[in-house]
């Protein structure tokens, strides 16, 4: 009972959130709230559940002990995360043209097949090259995973106005949130219970459940559920019905735009420090005997609770305070993430190092909810929207990608990693990305995108205007295309 009732009471404050979240009321019907949770909610609770068969990899090293060093593990998820990062270039791009709803199915798919494999090798003992073939293994399930993240944020895009985004920005970072948690904390409860091999067959068994649910719950727009497809706001609207532009067409677009390649900055220092905190303390702690501790026992707990605040917090005060503008947001987090890695240094030794790691997660799980997941949306608009996700998420894996390669280099291994005195340059290592990306953020602070317009046309007067993006950057704005003619 007493593993159980933490859950329990999670699972409340949760349920508690999302009552509470602001709503935006942009006139849509009853029937349309319904079955756009029915829709969001499988496809949401399959991307936890991804992370789950993703930082099980974290579970399993201390699990394994010495059979995976530090040095091993940075190995393996620099692999993994530089296929996540790079698979984008495909799988953005394919998203858009499948769907969403597809892109899910693969996702969860290919990485049960590959987590069913992970834990084939542990069962059965393989004594081989171990980093070689689990950086294989991961690398597999890594590109599978990729697909999660465009496939929520596409399918989501067309069915959330630009107004009520920054509240979906708060879901996606408690669905976030609920992942690492399900990773640490059921995981530590299976390799506690069970053989370690269970941390990856037990994920198989969820993600098999949750394709079935998403291939018959899921819609990738409102016309598929049998309703009207509604007005979005962003930086496509009014182009739903125009003939789709090339894939490197697109990709350049995203490419010369100056707000997606910021994010994407912005993104880049995110992947870096989440990880560097949610990946290496929990090591920190298991090879420097504080296991026992509140936060490192209770640590997907106090992410989930972390991420969940950071979410709701982001959201909130884009929409409500912030005009729907992501840029206020994003530098406030990283504001926070500066003071905390600033602090980490001085608090190695100190009790208090566990509440400062999760403080700064509220404010890294916060920015990456408002950037990847509705940001992408709002100017990369629901057309582009798997181009500008994969663009801006592959950014985030290839940051973390290179704390994976950077940390398996200056990390303490064998009997210094058991002082932590020795583990100075791991936060040290974090404050030039916070110092980064908090400048990226100021550069952003009045971004917002404007709709593209139709063609409209006097007859009487002779005269027609297009105008096509207008990306508001503070006092100017951005014109990809004006023709006019009198």
């Not at 007493?2 to 602001?22: E, G, H, K, T, Y």
Request: aromatic share 12%; glycine share 10%.
């Amino acid at each position: 009972m007493s593993q159980f009732l933490p859950i329990l009471l999670l699972f409340v404050a949760i349920f508690i959130v999302a009552v509470r979240l602001p709503k935006v009321d942009v006139g849509h019907s009853a029937e349309f709230k319904r079955r756009r949770l029915m829709n969001w909610l499988p496809l949401g609770l399959t991307y936890a559940f991804l992370y789950m068969g993703r930082y099980n990899l974290t579970v399993s090293k201390n699990a394994l002990g010495s059979l995976m060093s530090n040095a091993d593990f940075g190995t393996i998820f620099f692999w993994g995360t530089i296929v996540y990062g790079f698979s984008f270039i495909i799988n953005g791009p394919l998203t858009d043209r499948i769907g969403g709803k597809k892109a899910i199915l693969i996702s969860a798919t290919g990485s049960a097949l590959a987590n069913l494999a992970m834990g084939a090798v542990v069962y059965f003992g393989y004594t081989g090259n171990l980093v070689l073939t689990f950086s294989v293994l991961y690398a597999l399930n890594m590109y599978f995973q990729s697909y999660g993240a465009v496939a929520i944020v596409k399918t989501n895009s067309a069915w959330f106005n630009i107004r009520e985004r920054g509240s979906f920005g708060g879901i996606f970072g408690i669905l976030i949130s609920l992942g690492v948690y399900f990773a640490y904390d059921w995981g530590a409860l299976i390799v506690k219970h069970l053989p370690v091999q269970y941390v990856f067959f037990i994920p198989v068994a969820i993600l098999a459940v949750f394709v079935v649910l998403d291939a018959i719950m899921i819609q990738d727009t409102p016309a598929q559920a049998g309703l009207k497809n509604i007005e979005l706001g962003d930086a496509t609207s009014g182009q739903e019905n125009a003939p789709p532009v090339g894939v490197m067409a697109v990709a350049m677009m995203m490419f010369k735009n100056p707000i997606i390649m910021t994010i994407a900055a912005i993104e880049f220092c995110s992947g870096f420090l989440r990880n560097a905190i949610m990946q290496w303390y929990v090591i920190f702690a298991k090879q420097t005997g504080q296991m026992e501790s509140f936060v490192p026992a209770n640590w997907g707990l106090l992410l989930c609770v972390a991420g969940i605040m950071g979410g709701v917090f982001a959201g909130t005060i884009s929409d409500k305070v912030f005009n729907s503008r992501r840029g206020p947001v994003s530098g406030v987090l990283y504001g926070i993430m500066l003071v905390g890695a600033i602090s980490v240094p001085f608090a190695l030794l100190s009790p208090f190092l566990g509440w400062v790691v999760v403080f700064m997660s509220l404010a890294v799980i916060g920015v990456h909810g408002m950037l990847s997941g509705t940001a992408s949306m709002d100017f990369g608009g629901s057309k582009n929207v798997g181009v500008a996700v994969g663009l801006i998420d592959g950014f985030v894996y290839l940051g973390t990608a290179a704390q994976s390669l950077l940390y398996a280099k200056i990390l303490p291994q064998g009997d210094a990693a058991k002082d932590p005195a020795n583990w100075a340059n791991w936060p040290i290592a974090m404050i030039p990305m916070a110092c980064i990306g908090f400048f990226f953020c100021l550069k952003m602070w009045n971004a917002k995108p404007q709709p593209k317009k139709a063609i409209v046309v006097d007859e009487a007067h002779h005269t027609s205007a297009k105008v096509t993006v207008g990306l508001k950057t503070g006092d100017s704005t951005r014109v990809g295309e004006v023709e006019s003619s009198l």
